[in-house]
């Protein structure tokens, strides 16, 4: 299985193709990745470099141009596509339909990715990309049991590709319309569904709160540790009593299930993280290179010291077993 790894700067690239990455995604620095952030991702002169240098490392790059153009604004999206081709990257990872379409007209030879973005997670919606605009390979949302998955690929024209590091929502992507309601910020548009200017923290007393826009998300008591607060994995009051109710704020691991995804059928292992750090990038990358090495000789998976680069320093399976809430 290919091993999909984030960058979100050309040094983080280096680092993921250096600690093992089969492929590397990534962004320009504009509004059409769904991870512009303040000093991150790629300039055009960047991306050229960056696609050069993992091609003389046997490494491919896959361009994310992943948000929903805005009304009247397309004209940007559609720059971004033309660079991204004739910088030569290997494949554009795309959601919106509209621009799926102006790649298969204008560019029928680049290949086409299906961002999460889209929430294909049957084979009728997955078939109808691909008919119409000849995409190659789909990612997944990260809501479908291992066996949903085999089912799919059993009916699937095309190669699927699953997260199995990193942050988790418990929505189907693409479909959360909460932290629109909280911030007035759309993650399909601004690629974060707590915008780090709308989150602020403070002690009262001897807890620490934290808040995103008018919404208190948790109170910490001075031993926890407290993730970054997003509205699903706060703590909330209900007649059933107190706790995270939706989500707990944990981090998915799959490595575990790595031989059940490969019998499953899928062709990509995605780590998420493009905004994380170099040292992090490094490390979750190597170790998955690791076991996957593992996987291919059969020997027993161990990825131990993950769990300190996890969100609540605890991991999750997720909904790839179905025992998540």
């Known amino acids: 299985m290919e091993l999909v790894c984030p960058a979100g700067t050309?040094?983080?690239?280096?680092?993921?193709?250096?600690?093992?990455?089969?492929?590397?995604?990534?962004?320009?620095?504009?509004?059409?990745?769904?991870?512009?952030?303040?000093?991150?991702?790629?300039?055009?002169?960047e991306m050229g470099e960056s696609i050069a240098y993992a091609h003389a490392e046997k490494a491919k790059v896959l361009v994310a141009i992943n948000t929903f153009p805005r009304a009247g604004a397309t004209a940007i999206w559609r720059r971004a596509v033309d660079d991204a081709v004739d910088l030569g990257a290997d494949a554009l990872i795309v959601a919106d339909i509209g621009l799926l379409d102006y790649v298969a007209r204008t560019h029928p030879h680049q290949r086409l990715h299906l961002s999460v973005q889209a929430a294909a997670a049957n084979p009728d919606s997955i078939q109808f990309y691909v008919d119409n605009f000849a995409v190659r390979r789909v990612v997944l949302p990260r809501v479908l049991s291992v066996a949903e998955i085999a089912a799919i690929n059993l009916d699937a024209s095309c190669e699927t590709e699953v997260f199995v590091f990193g942050g988790l929502c418990v929505m189907a992507e693409g479909r959360c319309s909460l932290s629109s309601y909280a911030t007035g910020q759309s993650p399909n548009m601004h690629g974060v569904c707590s915008p780090a200017s709308h989150v602020s923290y403070r002690q009262e007393g001897d807890a620490?709160?934290?808040?995103?826009?008018?919404?208190?998300?948790?109170?910490?008591?001075?031993?926890?540790?407290?993730?970054?607060?997003?509205?699903?994995?706060?703590?909330?009051?209900?007649?059933?009593?107190?706790?995270?109710?939706?989500?707990?704020?944990?981090?998915?691991?799959?490595?575990?299930?790595?031989p059940a995804l490969r019998d499953a059928g899928v062709t990509a292992l995605?780590?998420?993280?493009?905004?994380?750090?170099?040292?992090?990038?490094?490390?979750?990358?190597?170790?998955?290179?690791?076991?996957?090495?593992?996987?291919?000789?059969g020997r027993p998976i161990v990825t131990s010291g993950l769990a300190r680069m996890t969100e609540g320093q605890t991991t999750t399976s997720g909904a790839y077993r179905k025992s998540w809430r």
Not at 11 to 36: H, K, M, P, Q, W
Not at 248 to 256: I, V, W, Y
Not at 272 to 290: D, K, L
């Open 10 to 45: 050309p040094a983080a690239l280096r680092a993921a193709i250096g600690a093992g990455a089969d492929a590397v995604y990534c962004g320009f620095s504009d509004e059409t990745n769904a991870r512009n952030f303040p000093g991150l991702n790629f300039s055009r002169e």
């Open 208 to 258: 620490l709160v934290s808040r995103l826009g008018d919404f208190t998300i948790n109170r910490f008591a001075a031993d926890e540790p407290a993730p970054y607060p997003t509205l699903c994995k706060g703590r909330f009051s209900t007649k059933s009593g107190s706790g995270y109710i939706f989500e707990d704020p944990a981090s998915l691991d799959a490595a575990a299930l790595l």
């Open 270 to 297: 995605k780590i998420e993280g493009r905004q994380r750090s170099r040292a992090y990038i490094e490390g979750v990358v190597r170790a998955f290179r690791e076991a996957l090495e593992a996987l291919d000789s």
